[in-house]
């Protein structure tokens, strides 16, 4: 049982390792068009809103730590706290949704989403020294979206998993002999965390302050 | 199963450090220090990051090797398309 669960943690991690150059691939893509777009890039993530970035920044730690208070429930083989805590992380990954929701319906009043009802004569607005090209900010929000949303679908993976793994929890199946599913599962829960924790700057930290 | 238990305190304590530094990081997006903006909020973010593999995904406890050699490897490859390929894009003499 301990070879297995190690093979487990261990084929989970090589996932996570495959899924490290995934988003990396897209990091990439923002930091090159970054420094390429410099004011589009810093007066677009001046526009998207830090203090729900923020928010879902702190919702996401907090899930992340019922996830690892779960997997030691789980491995104590308590079942009620196991049943309480998943229900708290699947609570706080909805509530991270809904905050995102929000986020691009703002962005979708304020026609920055790319496509045909594309405009940014708002930011232009907003820096009239610092002329726009709005193909090129088209592309930071572009950006923006395929993130936020790789990430989003990640989560709500993530919030499947976790269903299923409420389900296993409420048939009792975890406990001091057997519980990897919930191990293998919060790896994959704390990865999508790390992926934020590195969102978070580059989308919404790092320009603030710089004026083009 | 001899596996190790991590007591409570310590998931506790790393949780609040990671607000704490969560706030920070924040509060620091507001105050401008030039490049170094980018070098703060990234130093905290791979601080963050470290804290949440090391504590929470058990890495820290783990005997086993090849989970580490994994992550490792999968680290370097990151290093190698993020450093190689943004020193290419900024020395470039023109855009």
């Known amino acids: ?7 487990s943690t261990l084929g989970m991690w090589v996932f996570l390792g495959t899924e490290i150059m995934f988003f990396g691939g897209m990091f990439l893509a923002y930091l090159v068009y970054r420094l390429k777009y410099y004011n589009e890039f810093a007066t677009g993530s001046q526009s998207i809103d830090i203090t729900l970035g923020t928010i879902n ?15 030691k429930a789980a491995q104590r083989g308590k079942r ?3 049943i309480v805590l998943i229900i708290l992380t699947l609570i706080f990954g909805l509530g991270f949704l809904g905050i995102k929701g929000i986020e691009w319906y703002q962005k979708y009043q304020e026609h920055h989403v790319p496509g045909i009802s594309f405009n940014i004569s708002d930011i232009q607005h907003a820096h009239p020294q610092t002329p726009l090209n709005p193909g090129h900010a088209q592309l930071y929000f572009s950006l923006y979206f395929a993130l936020t949303g790789l990430h989003a679908l990640h989560m709500i993976i993530g919030i499947g998993i976790f269903l299923a793994l409420l389900w296993m929890a409420w048939k009792g199946r975890f406990g001091p002999d057997y519980y990897t599913p919930m191990e ?7 990865f999508v965390d790390i992926v934020w924790i590195y969102l978070f700057p580059l989308l919404y930290l790092i320009d603030r302050k710089h004026i083009p | 199963m ?12 790393i949780w609040v450090t990671l607000m704490v530094f969560t706030v920070i990081t924040a509060a620091v997006a507001f105050v401008d220090l030039g490049p170094f903006n980018t070098v703060v909020a990234l130093i905290i973010a791979t601080f963050k990051a470290t804290l949440v593999v090391l504590f929470f995904m058990h890495v820290k406890y783990t005997s086993e090797k090849m989970t580490k050699t994994v992550i490792i490897c999968a680290i370097f490859w990151l290093g190698l398309l993020l450093i190689l390929s943004l020193a290419d894009f900024a020395t470039r003499a023109s855009g």
Do not use: D, F, N
């Open chain 1, 80 to 82: 009620k706290l196991l």
């Open chain 1, 57 to 71: 920044t702190v919702v996401l730690i907090c899930s992340s730590l019922t996830v690892a208070l779960g997997v």
């Open chain 2, 2 to 13: 001899s596996e190790h238990i991590i007591p409570s305190r310590i998931y506790y304590m």
């Open chain 1, 1 to 7: 049982m301990e070879q297995q669960k190690e093979a």
């Open chain 1, 184 to 190: 293998i599962g919060g790896l994959y829960w704390h």
